[in-house]
Structure formats: structure tokens, C-alpha cells
């Protein structure tokens, strides 16, 4: 690919101390994030502001939080972020998920992890309704299943039931750009073919994605909390 050029994107933070941070001890409340207007085109990386956060990406440690709005496919835009794993929830509207490793479609109700350095585009199922989310970027480790503890084997997000993308490839030799978060700036470079040419992988780290409805909740609804305090 061509040498990366950056690539203007005022609303996306990635450090968080306290020289670039403003403190304020009132109750924070926001609206949903103003929809792109018909007359504006905004993908999934120029529609992400970030909320809020801890630590930077620089020095690998802490998390962001942003929001998402979009109107149109990433098409032959192509995101790899080197600062940290994104895991995405779809507020309004589905998302076609393509990615080096295979296809993902994300729909309200269910949460993708894309890992870092993973290279991925996100897609609108409906091309004619925006699409709102937001996305929790974590700079240090990965996003994990706590350990279970007291509750046993079984309960809260069951192993069972993430799901991962089986092997899709495409063998296209036209212009693709790549846009790359890292440091938290964006760059981009040009590429003479499209990223998503594995035709096959092994190993487990890979994107994937989870339905909250299968969820396990452990708790007590009813008047009292019951011991042990799990």
C-alpha cells in the first residue's frame, strides 16, 4: 500500500489526562446522537465521537467510549485500529460485518468484538435508514468471560453461545483505502486490492458476536437478596 497520510477526525479522543481532560462534579445526561442528515454521507469511522474514557492509547492501558451514527456503507474503506479491541452495539439499525476472517451480521440485541489489528468494514444492512450505536474500545487487554466463582459452571454469558465468522474471501484487484487508528489519530493509505483475500485461518483469535438474550441473569427479583451474595 501507499505511505499512510492522516486524515482529520476532531471528535474522536484517545487520551485521557489530565492535561487534555475537563472535570465537572454535575450529573452528566445526553439526547440520542443527531442522525446524519439525507444530504450528508458519513460512514462508520467519520460518525464515531467519543463520550468519555480512561488512560490512553498511547501507553496501552484504560477505555473509551463513543458513539456511533451513520448513512452509508464503509464499501472500499477499511478499518484497522492498532489501539485497542472495539466492541460494537448496535442502538438503531443492523450491520453487515466484513472482516479478514469472515462475515458477521449484527443486529439490535446483540453485541461483535472486532480484536485489535483486525482489519474490518461496517456495512448497513438498510442503506435507506441511519444507523446509531456505540462502541466500548478497550486499550490494554482483551475482552475476556470473568471467571465464575461461587455460581458454578454455568450462568451469565455461557462460552456456548459466542459465535464466529466461518472463512469468505473476495479476489478484488481494485483500489481500496486503508484507515488506520493508531496512536488515536486516523491515517490512511491506498491499496491496489481489497484486505479481505484469506481464504482460510485457524486459532481462536477472531471477531465475534454474542446475543444479549441469551444472557443468563443470576439474581433475585423479588423482595429479598439472598446469601451467598452472588
Known sequence: HDKYVAEEQPYLVSEFGADTASFDPNQKRWLPMRLPAEDEAVDFVQGLRTFGGAGAASSKTGFAVHGYTCNRSMGRRVLCNSDGDMLIVPERGALRVRTELGRM??????????????????????????????VCEVFGAHFRIPDLGPIGANGLANPRDFKTP???YED????????????????????????????????????????????????????DHLDPSI
Open 172 to 223: 478484488v484487484d481494485e483500489e481500496h483505502s486503508i484507515v488506520q487508528k493508531f496512536g488515536g489519530k486516523i491515517f490512511v493509505a491506498k491499496t491496489d486490492h481489497s484486505p479481505f483475500d484469506v481464504v482460510a485461518w485457524h486459532g481462536n483469535y477472531v471477531p465475534f458476536k454474542y446475543n444479549l438474550h441469551d444472557f443468563n441473569v443470576i439474581n433475585s427479583v423479588s423482595y
Open 166 to 168: 466461518t472463512a469468505w
Open 105 to 134: 451480521m449484527v443486529r439490535n440485541g446483540e453485541i461483535c468484538v472486532v480484536q485489535r489489528g483486525i482489519r474490518f468494514a461496517i456495512d448497513l444492512v438498510d442503506e435507506s435508514e441511519p444507523a446509531r450505536g456505540y
